[in-house]
T-cell receptor, first 115, second 109 residues
Framework: GAGVSQSPSNKVTEKGKDVELRCDPI?????LYWYRQSLGQGLEFLIY????????KSGLPSDRFSAERTGGSVSTLTIQRTQQEDSAVYLC?????????????FGPGTRLTVL | KQEVTQIPAALSVPEGENLVLNCSFT??????LQWFRQDPGKGLTSLLL?????REQTSGRLNASLDKSSGRSTLYIAASQPGDSATYLC????????FGKGTLLTVNP
């Protein structure tokens, strides 16, 4: 497809379970970003990838959160031992290396509900 | 720490009206300022991006301006339509965007 895709679109899990969220960036985009959108906090940066490396993971809220990117393309965000406060919409974005502007294009998000 | 504020939080206007959404930021050393639109239950759609060296950008009925010295940006929407109803978000940063809380716009037919 032409845009950023994310899966699943919705995920309901029980407290304490692990979840994996997937992001497919726009083809050719080397930069990839994860954000979280929650009612109380608005949109918050989580982590930034350039290729397969993550030069900035300062937004990950705890060591239960991790992310990886393979082949310079798909990325997965993993949340271990989920807590109710992890409930939010997780958004992924990508940007082009040839665009000096670093304009970010977002996917539709994954809505995570932790019961 | 960069902080981004958007005023008003909500705005309701009749169709056809011209309107202005405001965004302010505390640290003027920004790389980009990007305006997005978000429809309920959807992701973000990029509307306009202004690089730090630029003063404004235009796309169709939308015009965004940037005044780094005062830490402000405005998004001007001309001849508003009901389809413009959405939440408009302003974000500043380099690779790491800091977002405002958004302005919920309702355009009434």
């Amino acid at each position: 497809g032409a845009g950023v895709s994310q899966s699943p679109s919705n995920k309901v899990t029980e407290k304490g379970k692990d979840v994996e969220l997937r992001c497919d960036p726009i083809s050719g985009h080397t930069a990839l970003y994860w954000y979280r959108q929650s009612l109380g906090q608005g949109l918050e940066f989580l982590i930034y990838f350039q290729g397969n490396s993550a030069p900035d993971k300062s937004g990950l809220p705890s060591d239960r959160f991790s992310a990886e990117r393979t082949g310079g393309s798909v990325s997965t965000l993993t949340i271990q031992r989920t807590q109710q406060e992890d409930s939010a919409v997780y958004l992924c974005a990508s940007s082009s290396p040839t665009s000096g502007s670093r304009e970010q294009f977002f996917g539709p998000g994954t809505r995570l509900t932790v019961l | 720490k960069q902080e981004v504020t958007q005023i008003p939080a909500a705005l309701s206007v009749p169709e056809g009206e011209n309107l202005v959404l405001n965004c302010s930021f505390t640290d003027s050393a920004i790389y980009n300022l990007q305006w997005f639109r978000q429809d309920p239950g959807k992701g973000l759609t990029s509307l306009l991006l202004i690089q730090s060296s630029q003063r404004e950008q235009t796309s169709g009925r939308l015009n965004a301006s940037l005044d780094k010295s005062s830490g402000r940006s405005t998004l001007y929407i001309a001849a508003s339509q009901p389809g413009d109803s959405a939440t408009y978000l302003c974000a500043v940063g380099n690779y790491k965007l800091t977002f405002g809380k958004g302005t919920l716009l309702t355009v009434n037919p």
